[in-house]
């Protein structure tokens, strides 16, 4: 199989309007001829969904939550970045542009990267008009700030809660669609299967929660915007539903999974503290505008009050090694640099791992209002975990998982290889290379779903031609659905002796432990070893109480398990052929003398997609090439 | 530490409910409220029982899905805070704890301590936005919107939309949670064109959804945990009053 | 029309209802605690308003349909939100406590405003109809009469009413029941309005709170002070006229000087 990229030719500023002006166009007549699955409601499905709706197409869109108002979206605190340049220093499309691919590594594509700059001047537009309360300046002009070690203020806010505000305002879009009937939304309703048609995507198998009814939806395409799998991890700062699910499920039909092993770990997050905990909280990035990040230089200090510390006996490692950048050196690099030091025995807290985020200074030069006043809510949910006071004793926290950059291939359009399905957002693999920089995945999903796909899915949906899409008593709806049934039972039948939620504990700690920050061969052949083993033992001894025609969230629960323990060995599986390092993917073996990551654009600078071959059967690595023509791939350094 | 749960069980909706006693194992303090239910849960489905079935998502506070009445308070005993961010150092050794779902006419339970919320979006689905085409907006900053009014703004758009609001209320009023809308899209220029309309239509959605009326009690904003304002409720009245007078050519 | 009908029948229209006819009853009882106080004016203070406001003649009527239409708006509106809002919340929580953060006044309007309602209906019959049977003094008000005026003596009425200390009592209590639901209605009266800011509400609101216990000092001082001795001499100077009407006239009304 070759992965077509479709991206059209000629100078890079020119080949998006190059694009809308050569897709084919549908009918206005007949938009509402053409029926389209939306899988997801955060900032990608509802945007989609809403626009597709206002376009005269006929929406049908499935969350699993009890709302589409849930998604994980709305846990964005930093911010979203857009090229409007309104602080005039010195930002543009193409600034923004670069310092993404940059920030991915060179491993993202230029045309979607440059296209995704473009367009993020209409998100900050389009929000604005919806009502989005973005902060203000006093002459009631919209604010920025530097965000994620940007080196220009690019980052629009509406105070902590970007995430929420942006997903609101899409929300609010996708309700009116609901209102005006152009818009079907199905909440309560998981994604099971896809369903294909002669190759092509034409619906979906879902699975309504509150009563256990499975039932087929058919449609001319199908979109999937179910978000990121970092839960695979088990701890992350997801949402504990937060699923892969509906990718993988796609995956197993045949869709390509992209560069599954680029995981972020994100380095403000509140340290784990037992093994009954659930989730990990993020610290808005922001804080490492005004903290300064150590460990004591000795470990013998390590068990000492900070404040006992002197000055001399610290180590402020980042500013140390990165003194351009210092404490707002990127995500990668930071969460690397705290994995280092606790691994050398410098780690604080009770299980050492952890790195002081101080604001001490800060407080000293800005007096403690003005620290309450710029990060008072941040100090307060710290507060609330940890029942420790930030303003007189130094946050600890450590790098948690956050992002996945990895996903579904898609191609220009955002269609996968499967024909007829899309995947936006953090579901697919294609803005973000191995790293995404802070305030850029709000970005992302918005401008998927806003801007890219209402503009890109009426090629193929035009290619199709209206009316064709097969009715649910198709063969292939039945197939689809004996599978889904047959997962159910299966998974209700086993009757074993753990829970599902130790099985998740467990591949979270084999990956974690062994797939995390840093990689290298030895442990990722044994994850690869563990993780088979692992899924053998889940299906033989996983208990999962209660029935199949009630809400059970059990069930809900193993079936995701199910999925992940699959998802693990991929990840794994494709960080161990990715033999460089690259943004948030690792290699020890892979490193410069002091220890920066080493990329090999010799024999690395591709996507390396997935391709499923059947259980128990190693999946096929395609490759397609990235093929930079405006930028010259150099090495990442923040030093 | 441990203590006692007291926590409704449900099969269904149609089913009759009853309060279950459970103690948990040994706990941490640091644990959060949520993650002792797991842990409840875990020696349930070890025990061959069904574990409690209780909404949750991103365990952050900001989602809007965790809910429950704890001792009989919405979201626990901490104000501005969801049940996600309670922990249990709130609670001493010991103690017995009353878990039950939201209680509300338009908020049926599903299963245990779930409720669904649906009629929330209803009220939304009404008028809770301002319509522009995608693609249609001017430039961001071509409408200059004053810090305060902004700020005001935000402030309402801070709800979560977890109903604790209906769910505090003796009247199971939804009052603070369509005022919040209204006040935020209200209070900007981008919402005037749309203004009176909307409020007619989310109050008249509220009414047609089952929610009960202000009583002005403030229980709502007590109980919220973005600590919403009762001003934005009185907003709401003041937009619905100068609305219903104007009248409009249309729906009323 | 439409509209207002529209509004009429919602929740929030029928707060306006019972908070405009709350405001009215708000005024009336302001203005009718005033009144009141006139007693410690004097008999004849007293009677003079109580002569100007019984010859309004129609206008009195008018004032009167008015006040009742105000206690039936407010009561009515009361009793479909009443419903409304107990269909909305059929099951109570298990813990017993009161609804978190609401007000002792806040929950208890209805209660205390059907006891108001009950007082006021005594409070008519004893003092406005002067039904003889429910004042328990074995006097009949309705034909009191101000010696030197010969208008009716409110004054002597007033004095006779509350000289009896379990209808004191009832007063007292009932009208502590009306301030509290003053407290609260007086305050959300502007909120159901919208007449409400941030930098207002303290004010309203501790306004409310203020005025309430002003109206209740203000209503039960009246009781309160005839139960301790207030006007007994003037009882008894009347007493005294009446024994000698039943002996010549030309007497009685010399000792009355």
């Not at chain 1, 206002?54 to 911010?79: C, M, T, W």
């Not at chain 1, 996708?174 to 619906?203: N, P, R, W, Y």
């Not at chain 2, 279950?20 to 849960?41: A, G, I, Q």
Request: hydrophobic share 40%; net charge neutral.
């Amino acid at each position: 199989m070759k992965l077509e990229s479709k991206i059209p030719s000629g100078p890079l500023a020119q080949k998006w309007d190059k694009a809308r002006f050569q897709n084919k166009l549908v009918n206005p007549a007949n938009k509402r001829k053409y029926e389209i699955i939306v899988v997801g409601a955060g900032l990608a499905g509802a945007s989609a969904s809403a626009t597709l709706g206002e376009l005269g197409y006929k929406v049908k869109n499935f969350v699993y939550h009890d709302s589409p108002r849930r998604a994980h979206s709305i846990a964005a605190q930093g911010g979203i970045n857009a090229a409007k340049n309104y602080q005039n220093d010195g930002d543009s499309v193409y600034r923004l542009f670069y310092d993404t691919v940059k920030g991915g590594d060179f491993r993202a594509r230029e045309a979607n990267v440059y296209r995704l700059a473009q367009v993020s001047v209409n998100i900050i537009d389009q929000c604005a008009a919806q009502g989005v309360p973005f902060a203000r300046e006093y002459g009631g002009l919209l604010d920025n700030r530097s965000f994620g070690g940007a080196q220009v203020s690019r980052t629009f806010y509406a105070r902590g809660q970007t995430g929420q505000q942006l997903l609101l305002g899409a929300y609010s879009a996708l309700c009116k669609e609901i209102a005006s009937g152009s818009v079907q939304s199905f909440t309560h309703h998981e994604m099971l299967d896809l369903v294909l048609v002669d190759g092509h995507a034409k619906g979906v198998i879902v699975r309504n929660l509150l009563t256990g009814a499975i039932s087929r939806h058919c449609a001319d395409a199908v979109v999937l915007a179910t978000g990121g799998y970092g839960n695979v991890f088990n701890l992350s700062t997801y949402a504990r539903n937060s699923n892969a699910t509906a990718i993988w499920r796609a995956y197993k039909r045949g869709a390509c999974f992209a560069n599954p092993c680029y995981t972020q770990i994100h380095p403000t997050c509140i340290p784990v503290t037992g093994d009954y905990q659930s989730k990990l909280t993020l610290m808005s990035e922001s804080l490492r505008n005004d903290g300064r990040i150590w460990v004591p230089k000795k470990k013998e200090d390590c068990g000492k009050h900070p404040n006992d510390i002197p000055e001399e006996a610290r180590d402020y490692y980042l500013e140390r090694k990165y003194p351009s950048f210092g404490n707002l050196a990127p995500r990668d690099i930071s969460s690397r640099s705290a994995k280092e030091v606790c691994d050398e025995g410098r780690g604080v807290g009770e299980s050492g791992r952890g790195v002081y985020l101080d604001f001490a200074d800060s407080i000293q030069r800005l007096g403690e209002a003005k620290v309450r006043e710029r990060y008072g809510n941040l100090f307060d949910i710290y507060h609330e975990i940890t029942n420790e006071n930030a303003y007189q004793v130094p946050m600890r926290i450590y790098p948690a998982v956050h992002y996945t950059m990895g996903g579904l291939w898609v191609d220009y359009d955002l269609m996968s290889n499967i024909p007829g399905l899309f995947v936006l957002g953090e579901a697919n693999f294609s803005d973000h290379g191995a790293n995404r920089l802070g305030a850029s995945a709000l970005m992302q999903g918005l401008a998927d779903g806003y801007f890219v796909l209402p503009n890109t899915i009426c090629n193929y949906l035009a290619s199709v031609g209206p009316g064709k899409r097969p009715g649910v008593e198709h063969e292939a709806f039945k197939e689809a659905e004996d599978n889904v049934r047959g997962i159910t039972q299966r998974l209700l039948a086993s009757q074993g002796k753990r829970t599902v939620d130790s099985f998740h504990k467990e591949l979270g700690h084999i990956l974690w432990e062994h797939c995390g920050m840093g990689r290298n061969e030895t442990d990722l052949k044994k994850a690869l070893q563990l993780i088979p083993a692992l899924r053998e033992e889940f299906w033989k001894n996983v208990k999962v109480p209660g029935e199949e025609d009630n809400l059970n969230q059990s069930l809900e629960r193993a079936g995701r398990v199910a999925d992940f323990l699959e998802v693990g060995e991929l990840l794994c599986l494709d960080a161990l052929e990715r033999a460089e390092s690259c943004g948030g993917h690792f290699r020890e073996e892979h490193q410069y003398p002091d220890g920066e990551a080493r990329r090999d654009d010799e024999n690395f600078a591709h996507v390396a997609a997935w391709e499923y071959q059947g259980r128990d059967k190693k999946p096929v690595r395609h490759v397609e090439p990235l093929v930079y023509e405006e930028v010259k791939m150099t090495t990442r350094s923040y030093k | 530490m441990k203590v006692k749960l007291k926590v409704w069980r449900q099969k269904d909706t149609r089913s009759a409910g009853e309060f279950r006693l459970y103690e948990t194992p040994d706990l941490n303090v640091n644990m959060s409220f949520l993650e002792m239910l797991d842990v409840v849960n875990e020696q349930l489905t070890l025990k061959g029982e069904e574990p409690i079935a209780f909404d949750h998502d991103c365990r952050e506070g900001i989602c809007g899905t965790c809910s429950l009445v704890i001792n009989g308070k919405p979201h626990g005993p901490h104000r501005g805070v969801a049940t996600c961010q309670t922990y249990m150092r709130s609670f001493q050794d010991g103690d017995i704890i009353i878990v039950e779902p939201w209680r509300a006419r338009p908020f049926p339970v599903v299963k245990d301590l779930v409720v669904t919320r649906q009629a929330l979006d209803k009220i939304m689905q009404a008028g809770g936005y301002i319509s522009v085409r995608t693609g249609a907006a001017p430039d961001a900053n071509s409408i200059p919107i004053s810090k305060e009014n902004a700020d005001l703004a935000m402030d309402a758009a801070a709800c979560i939309g977890c109903g604790a609001c209906v769910a505090a209320c003796k009247n199971a009023s939804a009052m603070l949670f369509t005022a919040a809308k209204v006040s935020q899209l209200g209070l900007l220029p981008q919402g005037q064109p749309e203004r009176y309309r909307r409020v007619k239509r989310m109050v008249e959605a509220m009414d047609e959804a089952g929610f009960g009326a202000c009583t002005v009690t403030g229980s709502c904003e007590a109980v919220c945990p973005k600590n919403i304002s009762l001003d934005f409720i009185a907003r709401l009245n003041r937009d619905y009053l100068v609305a219903s007078l104007k009248g409009g050519a249309k729906h009323g | 029309m439409i509209s207002l009908w529209r509004m009429l029948n919602s929740t929030v229209g029928k707060k306006y209802l019972m908070a405009l006819s709350g405001a009215g009853l708000f005024l009336f009882a302001s203005g009718h605690m005033i009144g009141n106080l006139q007693l410690f004016l004097g008999p004849e203070a007293l009677n003079r308003y109580a002569h100007f406001l019984q010859s309004l003649g129609e206008i009195l009527w008018v004032i009167r349909l008015g006040l009742l239409g105000l206690i039936v708006l407010h009561i009515g509106s009361a009793l479909m939100l009443t419903l409304e809002n107990k269909a909305a919340r059929p099951a109570d929580y298990s813990h017993g406590k009161p609804p978190f953060a609401a007000s002792l006044a806040s929950r208890t309007m209805l209660g205390g405003g059907v006891l108001v309602a009950l007082f006021v209906v005594y409070h008519l019959l004893h003092y406005t109809v002067c039904l003889k049977a429910v004042n328990f003094t074995g006097i009949d008000f309705a034909h009191l009469t101000d010696p030197e005026t010969g208008h009716h003596d409110v004054y002597a009425m007033v004095l006779y009413g509350f000289s009896v200390w379990y209808v004191s009592l009832f007063y007292i209590v009932s009208v502590g029941f009306l301030c509290l639901h003053l407290s609260h209605g007086a305050s959300a009266m502007f909120q159901s309005l919208g007449l409400r800011s941030h930098a207002w509400w303290p004010v309203i609101s501790k306004g409310a709170m203020i005025w309430s216990v002003i109206l209740f000092l203000g209503y039960s001082v009246v009781p309160g002070s005839v139960l301790l001795g207030y006007g007994r001499s003037y009882l008894e100077n009347l007493e005294k006229i009446q024994s000698a009407a039943s002996t010549p006239a030309e007497v009685t009304s010399k000792e009355a000087h």
